[in-house]
Nanobody, 127 residues
């Protein structure tokens, strides 16, 4: 199993920046991909970004809505994945979840590809 703990949420204004961290523990050595998803009130959870870990290490994937504004990165030594969010917009308001693919490679941009999830962290962007 893998445990994921996110941090870094908060209340910001439009145009501000924020950075999330997600620390993986447990069998983190067998994580193939790490991703970020978000869920706004009344909406389905959606893909934000992902990064290859054990497979296609360092390759990144982004939702069109965040390309050019968000950057996903990793620190292998710390078993940590980051999401740097710049030029935040009110529509970025959501609960953000860290997710991991363990022991296999699955669809990087779909929830069905991920086996483990963090508890979520709230981001509210005011206009």
């Amino acid at each position: 199993q893998v445990q994921l703990v996110e941090s870094g949420g908060g209340l910001v204004q439009a145009g501000d920046s924020l950075r999330f961290s997600c620390v993986a523990s447990g069998r983190s050595f067998n994580v193939y991909t790490m991703g970020w998803f978000r869920q706004a009130p009344g909406k389905e959870r959606e893909f934000v970004a992902a990064i290859g870990w054990r497979w296609n290490a360092g390759r990144t994937y982004y939702a069109d809505s965040v390309k050019g504004r968000f950057t996903i990165s990793r620190d292998n030594a710390k078993s940590t994945v980051y999401l740097q969010m710049n030029s935040l917009k009110p529509e970025d308001t959501a609960v953000y979840f860290c997710a991991a693919q363990l022991d296999k490679v699955g669809p990087q941009m779909s929830m069905v590809g991920y086996d483990y999830w963090g508890q979520g962290t709230q981001v509210t962007v005011s206009s």
